[in-house]
């Protein structure tokens, strides 16, 4: 089913979910950035709003027009909804022990990019619960980091949503082209103030989104990704980049597909007691941490771990790239580390 939806049409897509029950999540502005949070209506939307990326550089700016999907990937991801950053897992108290009771909303994800949806994907086969309801917002305008193209993850969304929009302003005014992905979401479509789409409306919606495929700012070298890291473990390479590298381990944090955790016990002085889980990075000197002391003790060890494994070995273990493309890592790297830069510094070092 495919129809066309102006702003008022949106609107009511958000309160259609809403009533339904459902805890709408999408893309605001807040404290200078392109966030995550829960929308009430289509005003909480970033209207006029885009983004400027770069290596180590992210910064919100004002669009020419109202687009609200007209930016690309913030410092979040969908995965503190999916994977939360802390959560309980059992705690104790002078009665016994308690199991923590696992509080999972029924969320609905609106505005969700192609990059997005294939992370989403790849996360909930790891991480599993509940799956949400995902309006995804195919990608007319990426970002100077964005890589997706080449990782086969954008801009055109993949088929795992429930309705996919694209969003187009011109003299014919600001409208969403929306195309059900499911049958929950055609009759969603269904509910709300929209008016069929015409063949014009779909060529030019696959006109942009074709556009869009050619300005991804950057790609990743076109190569057998998995077999270039396996062959790169010696590289000298890897001290290169650690001379660079602060292991703060942002880019695990932004990454909307890394998972790892960390168990924590915690008490206080009245006798009870929390263990719970909190995201972990493969750069913590102690996450790596056996018995009489860490393995990876350099940053070259450390960054060469989180790279193959995201590149590399993630195919092994998933049979699927841990990387979308997204290019967060990027942009939210201090040191401005560009992991495209660094898989063509790997392969041009293989050249005689
Ligand atoms: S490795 Fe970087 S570009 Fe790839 S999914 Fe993670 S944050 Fe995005
Ligand atoms: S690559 Fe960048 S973001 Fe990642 S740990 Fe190193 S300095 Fe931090």
């Not at 979308?324 to 790997?346: F, K, N, Q, S, Y």
Request: with cysteine; net charge negative.
């Amino acid at each position: 089913m495919q129809v066309v939806l102006d702003l008022d049409g949106l609107d009511a897509l958000i309160g259609a979910l809403r009533q339904d029950g459902r805890v709408v999540v999408g893309p605001v502005l807040r404290d200078d950035a392109i966030t995550l949070a829960e929308l009430g209506s289509a005003a909480d939307l970033p209207s006029g709003w885009g983004v400027e990326t770069g290596p180590g550089h992210y910064r919100v700016r004002r669009r020419q027009d109202t687009a609200v999907f007209g930016h690309s990937a913030g410092p979040q991801s969908w995965k503190r909804f999916l994977h939360p950053p802390r959560r309980a897992l059992i705690s104790s108290d002078r009665n016994g022990f308690h199991a923590a009771e696992v509080d999972s909303p029924a969320y609905a994800f609106l505005g969700v990019r192609p990059c997005d949806l294939a992370a989403i994907a790849k996360l909930r086969q790891i991480v599993g619960g509940r799956a949400p309801f995902v309006v995804a917002a195919q990608c007319t305008e990426p970002g100077e980091v964005c890589f997706c193209t080449s990782m086969g993850c954008g801009p055109a969304a993949g088929p795992r949503y429930d309705i996919a929009l694209t969003e187009r302003i011109d003299s014919a005014g600001h409208r969403f082209l929306a195309t059900s992905g499911t049958e929950e979401g055609a009759e969603l479509l269904a509910r709300v103030p929209a008016r069929a789409a015409s063949p014009d409306d779909v060529a030019l919606a696959e006109q942009d989104v074709g556009a869009a495929a050619n300005r991804t700012g950057r790609a990743m070298p076109e190569l057998d990704l998995r077999d270039l890291l396996a062959r790169n473990r010696d590289s000298s390479h890897w001290e290169a980049v650690a001379e660079r590298c602060l292991t703060c381990g942002n880019c695990t944090m932004v990454c909307p597909t890394c998972f790892c955790v960390s168990v924590e016990d915690t008490t206080d002085l009245d006798g009870n007691a929390e263990r719970s889980q909190r995201w972990a990075s493969c750069f913590e000197i102690d996450f790596s941490y056996l018995h009489g002391g860490a393995v990876r003790t350099s940053g070259a060890s450390r960054y060469r771990q989180w790279m193959t494994h995201k590149l590399g070995t993630w195919h092994d273990q998933f049979g699927t790239s841990g990387c979308v493309g997204c290019g967060r890592c990027i942009a939210w790297c201090p040191a401005g580390i560009d992991i495209t830069e660094e898989a063509a510094a790997l392969a041009a070092g293989e050249q005689p």
